[in-house]
């Protein structure tokens, strides 16, 4: 009889105690939710086989998965998945991983589509393409353009368009500032969303471990004051939005929300505060503008 390679039992010990000596603080639930997407399992499957036999490969895959997890590595990008308003998305280095902040936001944009039934929208800093895949697969009469600075966050977003079957409603534009966007017509938008990047550049180093030293910078620097990337959306995106149109975008909360609403004010004569909405922990992070008639 060939002598087995190890068991799930023994895997999950060596891979609670890897992700112990580095910064990991619940290592024996990320050691079950490691070996449960690997190798296909539930919790409850794996916490009533941990003398089930594991193949000497996947040990040592496994365990080398810890060891990355230990130094600091993102779960979704080891796992290259991330829930996102109750659907996997495929997530690496090249796109910032979506947070529960983002979800809300979405959320929010679902219930102004809804009045919408075949609404044209953007969805700007597109990323993985969370948010525009998820409102597409969610509203199957609307159609959008994604866009991105980065070329590899773009070609992420399209395994996620073609994951959902929302490719054909999709187009994807290698852009940032908006004036750069010829392909979008003037006054045809009725929604805009937009995560950009609002982190001020001197708080960068500050960042726990895991995401300054793995998400991409590209999607965190806001600038010196974490609003850069709104001043070009605020001038560049009213002349793609319809009259009534809406432009919804997350900020970092706080003192942003108040500048940007102040930055709209100076530089946007076309578009007027509409609302703010709250973040699951009740902080202000959500604006909403309209363009005027």
Not at 13 to 38: H, Q, Y
Not at 46 to 53: A, E
Not at 253 to 273: H, K, M, T
Request: glycine share 8%.
């Amino acid at each position: 009889m060939t002598r087995p390679d190890g068991t799930i039992g023994a895997l999950r010990a060596e891979m609670t105690l890897v992700m112990s000596g580095g910064e990991v603080v619940l290592p024996g639930l990320e050691a079950d939710r490691i070996i449960c997407f690997e190798l296909g399992l539930s919790r409850a499957s794996l916490m009533t086989n941990t003398d089930s036999d594991v193949s000497g490969a996947d040990f040592s895959k496994l365990v080398d998965l810890s060891c990355r997890r230990a130094a600091g590595e993102p779960l979704a990008y080891i796992l290259n998945d991330v829930v996102f308003c109750g659907r996997n998305f495929f997530v690496d280095s090249r796109v910032l991983i979506p947070r529960p902040e983002t979800e809300i936001m979405t959320d929010i944009v679902n219930g102004l589509l809804r009045d919408i039934p075949n609404g044209l929208f953007a969805d700007w800093c597109a990323g993985s393409g969370c948010i525009s895949v998820t409102l597409l697969a969610q509203n199957l009469g609307c159609h959008a353009y994604a866009a991105d600075i980065s070329d590899d966050a773009l070609e992420v977003a399209r395994i996620n368009a073609r994951r959902y079957s929302a490719e054909d409603r999709l187009t994807f534009l290698s852009c940032r500032d908006p004036l750069e966007a010829d392909v979008i017509a003037p006054a045809s938008l009725d929604i805009v969303v937009a995560n950009p990047p609002y982190i001020p550049s001197r708080e960068i180093g500050a960042l726990e471990r895991q995401v300054r030293d793995h998400e991409p910078p590209l999607a965190l620097d806001g600038g010196f004051d974490g609003l850069d990337i709104f001043r070009l959306l605020l001038r560049g995106l009213p002349r793609f939005m319809k009259p009534g149109g809406m432009l919804l975008c997350e900020t970092g909360g706080g003192f942003q929300v108040e500048e940007a609403a102040r930055l709209a004010q100076d530089v946007s004569p076309n578009l007027f505060f509409d609302s703010i909405y709250k973040d699951h922990r009740e902080i202000d992070r959500y604006i909403l503008w309209r363009k005027r008639a």
